[in-house]
């Protein structure tokens, strides 16, 4: 081991456990969700938006964008340039085995159901989430030889995904310049940053109380043209 750090504050949840729990909470708090409703343009109208969307219009006085690598398209439809591009992972996913490993790793880690996750890859592949033979025979052998008590464990599963990865690999946080009171959010570790975006994030735009410490997360970092203008 060449370096190593410890947090007693660290840990790991289980992501479709923390998704339920979201999703729960949301109704809760008399949320209502729109499913499969594609945008179809975003307009700005003085303190208002109006998204069109499936023939419908929905108008708002604020607006969050947090649709991962669709920020992109729903960017430009306010005049931003948002500069996220996909990296495809592949995620193995074995049988549940008794306890061994209350640690996560950055490759394996065991839920608290007893399945093991395993994986790290990192692929430009444009939008193809799909799986491939060489990629997952390459983390079993990795986890197989950092973990030989694997060695004969069934996979029950295995997916790939893509990460919402921006030029430099950190979030962008920024109310649009172009059009006040929406509020741009990508990244890639959802589930990591999920209590900011929930107890700061969330409470610093409801109420317009800005975060100094977000000020470097803007998309002025990109480039000086990272803005671009709609004909009207």
Same mark, same amino acid.
């Given at each position: ?67 991962? +690598?669709? !920020?992109?398209? =729903?960017?430009?439809?306010? &005049? ?5 591009? %996909?990296?495809? $992972?592949? @995620? ?57 008590? +694997?060695? !004969?464990?069934? =996979?029950?599963?295995?997916? &790939? ?5 921006? %030029?430099?690999? $950190?979030? @962008? ?60």
């Amino acid at each position: 081991v060449v370096g190593a750090c410890f947090s007693p504050m660290d840990g790991h949840v289980n992501p479709l456990k923390l998704f339920s729990a979201l999703h729960h909470a949301c109704q809760a708090r008399g949320v209502h969700v729109l499913h499969n409703y594609a945008v179809d343009g975003i307009e700005a109208f003085g303190n208002d938006f109006l998204i069109t969307s499936n023939a419908r219009e929905l108008r708002c006085e604020q607006l969050i964008l947090a649709a991962g +690598l669709g !920020n992109k398209t =729903l960017g430009a439809h306010l &005049g931003h340039d948002v500069p996220v591009a %996909p990296s495809r $992972g592949q @995620i193995l996913i074995t049988e549940r085995i008794e306890p061994f490993l209350d640690i996560p790793t950055s490759t394996v880690r065991q839920t608290d159901e007893g399945t093991v996750q395993l994986g790290d890859s990192a692929e430009s592949v444009g939008f193809d989430d799909r799986t491939s033979t060489a990629v997952i025979a390459d983390i079993a052998d990795r986890a197989v030889r950092s973990f030989p008590c +694997l060695a !004969n464990v069934n =996979l029950v599963r295995a997916w &790939g995904a893509l990460r919402v990865m921006t %030029p430099d690999g $950190g979030p @962008i946080y920024q109310e649009l310049s172009h059009a006040p009171g929406a509020h741009l959010v990508s990244c890639h570790s959802g589930v990591t940053l999920a209590a900011m975006h929930a107890l700061r994030l969330a409470p610093s735009i409801a109420t317009g109380t800005a975060l100094p410490e977000l000020a470097s997360f803007g998309l002025g970092r990109f480039s000086a043209n990272a803005e671009i203008h709609h004909a009207h």
